[in-house]
C-alpha cells in the first residue's frame, strides 16, 4: 500500500494546490472590485487511524478560508453618494425580485456587502455597482424625525416645505451717544428720539423724515412666513433718555408704500434698557416676542433673541450700531439640487433656497463571526447559522462618505502565492512520477 498511498497522496496534493490557485486567481482577477475580499486557502492533513509507530503523515485537504474582517484600502470618489466602511461592519442591501407599476420590487431577504459606490438611479433608490439596494432609516427633511423601521432608502424629488421664521438672533452694540441727523452735542438732548410725534406705537409716513433724523440704522433680515413668503425687516433703533436706566425704542418699517397719516413705522419695543455699564438689563430674558406685518405680509409669532450679552451699549466714536451678528431660522421652499453620503453614515439633501437637511441615516451590521459568512454574486454576502444573527449598529466614524473601499487582494502577495503553489504542484507530480517508476520496477521484476 505503500506506492499506492504515496500516489493516492500525491494525487490530494495536487487537488489541494489546484484548488489554492483557483482561489488565487479569483483573488487577481479581482483585484480592482470594489469592496471585494480575497479568499485565503487553508490546508489539513488528513491522517488514517494506524497504530503507534506506524502512523504515516497522511494526504492533505484544502478549504477556503474568508478574508471579511480584513479592510482594503479607503480610497476617496468623486461620486458623492459613495460610502466606504473603515472598520467593522457592512452595508445592508437588498436584491429586485421584479417590478410593478416603474418601481422595482424587492426580495424578503436581507444581504451584507462592503461594496459601497452607491448613486442615485432614475428612481431616487441608492444602487450599488452590482445593483444591490442600500437599506436604511429614513428622516423627516421638515421635523428632523428618524424612521424607526429599517427599509430600503428612496430619496424623495419632493420639495422641501418652506419652515415658518420662529427666532431670530440679534447681536450688536449701540452707541452711547447716537450720532443721528439731529445730534449736535452742543444742544443736550439732541440726539434722541422725542416729542409727541415719536412717542405712539407707530410712525405716520408724514412724520418719517422726522424719525429718520431721531434714530440711527438698525440691521436688516428676512424672515419667513408659514408658505414660505419672505418678508423683509428693516430695523432702526432711537434712544429715548439717557438718564438712568438709558432707554432704547426699537422700530421696523411696516410699510414701504404708506403716505400721509397711514402707519409707515411699527414699534417693537420701547423699553430696552442698559445700566451704566453698557450691559441690557431689559427685556431681563434677552427676548422680544412678537409678530411682525410688512406691505401686508405677516409672519408668526418670531422669538427677537439678543441673548443675556448679545446686545450692548458701549461708546462708540462713529455713533452708530455695529452689527455682530443676525440670524434666523425659517427659509422658503426649495428643490433637491444634489444629494451626499457625509462622514457618520447621514444621507444629506442640498436644496435651492440653501438648506442643506438630512434625509436618512445609514447603519451597519455586523456579526459574531464575520468570516463565517456565505458568499454569493455581486459581493454581498449571506447571514448564516456559524455567522450568527446581525447586529444592526449606527454607521458613525466607521463610515467615510465620497469614498470607496479597495480590495483587499494584494497582487505581489497573489503571485508570491502562485509561486509557491507551483513549486508544491511540481512536487506532487514529481510524486506520482516516482511512484509510477517504482510500480514500474516491481512489473519488470515478473518479466
Do not use: C, H
Not at 468623486?78 to 436584491?95: L, P, R
Not at 437599506?135 to 416645505?161: H, K
Not at 444742544?187 to 422725542?194: D, F, I, P, R
Request: no cysteine; glycine share 12%.
Amino acid at each position: 500500500m505503500g506506492i499506492f498511498g504515496a500516489m493516492t497522496t500525491a494525487i490530494s496534493g495536487l487537488n489541494a494546490q489546484s484548488f489554492a490557485l483557483e482561489n488565487i486567481s479569483g483573488n487577481i482577477a479581482n483585484s480592482r472590485t470594489t469592496g471585494f475580499k480575497r479568499v485565503d486557502t487553508s490546508f489539513a492533513d488528513l491522517i488514517p487511524d494506524l497504530p503507534p509507530r506506524r502512523e504515516i503523515s497522511g494526504s492533505v485537504g484544502a478549504f477556503s478560508r474568508n478574508t471579511a474582517t480584513i479592510a482594503g484600502d479607503v480610497q476617496g470618489s468623486q461620486i458623492a453618494t459613495n460610502m466606504a466602511v473603515s472598520g467593522q461592519g457592512f452595508f445592508i442591501v437588498k436584491q429586485q425580485s421584479g417590478g410593478a407599476s416603474g418601481q422595482p420590487v424587492f426580495t424578503g431577504q436581507n444581504y451584507y456587502t462592503r461594496r459601497g459606490d452607491f448613486d442615485l438611479d432614475r428612481n431616487g433608490y441608492l444602487t450599488n455597482g452590482t445593483g444591490y439596494y442600500l437599506m436604511g432609516y429614513p428622516v423627516n427633511a421638515s421635523t428632523g424625525a428618524v424612521s424607526g423601521a429599517l427599509q430600503v432608502l428612496r430619496v424623495s424629488s419632493d420639495n422641501l416645505p418652506a419652515r415658518a421664521t420662529t427666532s431670530i438672533d440679534y447681536n450688536a452694540n449701540l452707541p452711547k451717544y447716537p450720532l443721528t441727523a439731529n445730534a449736535d452735542p452742543a444742544v443736550a438732548g439732541s440726539e434722541l428720539l422725542t416729542g409727541a410725534l415719536y412717542t405712539g406705537a407707530t410712525i405716520a409716513a408724514v412724520d418719517e423724515q422726522g424719525f429718520l433724523n431721531r434714530t440711527i440704522a438698525g440691521q436688516t433680515v428676512t424672515v419667513y412666513d408659514a408658505a414660505g413668503s419672505p418678508i423683509t425687516l428693516q430695523m432702526r433703533w432711537g434712544k429715548t433718555t439717557n438718564a438712568a436706566p438709558e432707554t432704547w425704542s426699537l422700530y421696523y418699517l411696516s410699510d414701504s408704500n404708506a403716505v400721509g397719516a397711514a402707519p409707515k413705522w411699527t414699534r417693537v419695543s420701547n423699553t430696552v434698557q442698559f445700566n451704566a455699564s453698557g450691559q441690557m438689563t431689559s427685556p431681563a430674558s434677552g427676548v422680544i416676542t412678537g409678530t411682525y406685518t410688512v406691505n401686508g405680509v405677516t409672519s408668526g409669532t418670531i422669538d427677537l433673541n439678543f441673548g443675556t450679552s448679545g446686545l450692548t451699549q458701549f461708546a462708540d466714536p462713529n455713533g452708530q450700531e455695529t452689527p455682530n451678528f443676525i440670524g434666523q431660522n425659517g427659509y422658503p421652499t426649495g428643490s433637491l439640487q444634489s444629494v451626499r453620503a457625509t462622514d457618520g453614515g447621514l444621507i444629506t439633501g442640498t436644496y435651492s433656497n440653501g438648506q442643506t437637511v438630512t434625509l436618512a441615516q445609514v447603519p451597519l451590521a455586523q456579526f459574531p463571526a464575520d468570516n463565517l459568512l456565505k458568499r454569493n454574486d455581486g459581493g454581498v454576502f449571506e447571514e448564516t447559522l456559524e455567522s450568527g444573527q446581525a447586529l444592526i449598529t449606527a454607521g458613525g466614524s466607521n463610515i467615510v462618505g465620497s469614498s470607496t473601499e479597495a480590495s483587499n487582494a494584494d497582487i505581489a502577495d497573489e503571485f508570491s502565492k502562485m509561486i509557491v503553489t507551483q513549486q508544491a504542484y511540481s512536487a506532487n507530480t514529481r510524486v506520482v512520477t516516482t511512484a509510477q517508476q517504482m510500480l514500474q520496477d516491481v512489473i519488470n521484476i515478473i518479466r
